[in-house]
């Protein structure tokens, strides 16, 4: 069975029926798909469908940032800024243990981080409140990526096969 140009199979056109005959509305995206419900969550911070299966990114600074629901108690939580994105990522205690892991630090780290190069990627695996949901996870970047720059081939400064 076709809709409009695309390909769909009986099962899908049941589940759709069996939706819209429970009151259930939907919205087309541009592209022609249904829309997801993370996808009507407008967020300043990173979330982990921003992130995929891995972007390499550096961070650029750390600031402490409320994260609270608008008209909620503030509750301010420390973020990281990277180059390479413009939303940040709230930090939560294991991304910052495996960051202080990557650079060996974990003091001063509004400093101490800054230009280190970290992969964000999207782990199913996170549990919030003992239910699996998902979430942004950190790792370093595997060797051989453009980790960060190459330290300059070391010089001889008495090197013998010189002619003079």
Do not use: C
Not at 34 to 59: C, P
Request: no cysteine.
């Amino acid at each position: 069975m076709r809709v409009g140009d695309k390909a769909v199979d009986s099962i899908e056109v049941k589940k759709f029926l069996h939706l819209l005959k429970s009151g259930v509305n939907f919205i087309h995206l541009n592209k022609g798909g249904l829309i997801n419900l993370s996808d009507l969550k407008t967020s300043k911070f990173l979330k982990k469908e921003d992130v995929g299966v891995g972007v390499l990114v550096t961070i650029s600074g750390i600031t402490q940032e409320n994260v609270a629901q608008e008209g909620a108690e503030p509750d301010m939580k420390a973020t990281l800024h990277f180059t390479e994105l413009e939303k940040p990522m709230v930090l939560n205690s294991t991304n910052g243990q495996i960051i202080a892991r990557i650079t060996g630090a974990s003091d001063n780290i509004e400093t101490a981080w800054v230009g280190t190069k970290i992969v964000l990627f999207h782990d199913p695996n996170v549990s919030y409140a003992g239910k699996l949901v998902g979430g942004i996870r950190v790792r370093a970047p595997k060797p051989g990526s453009s980790a960060g720059p190459k330290a300059p081939p070391a010089v001889n400064e008495y090197d013998q096969s010189l002619p003079f």
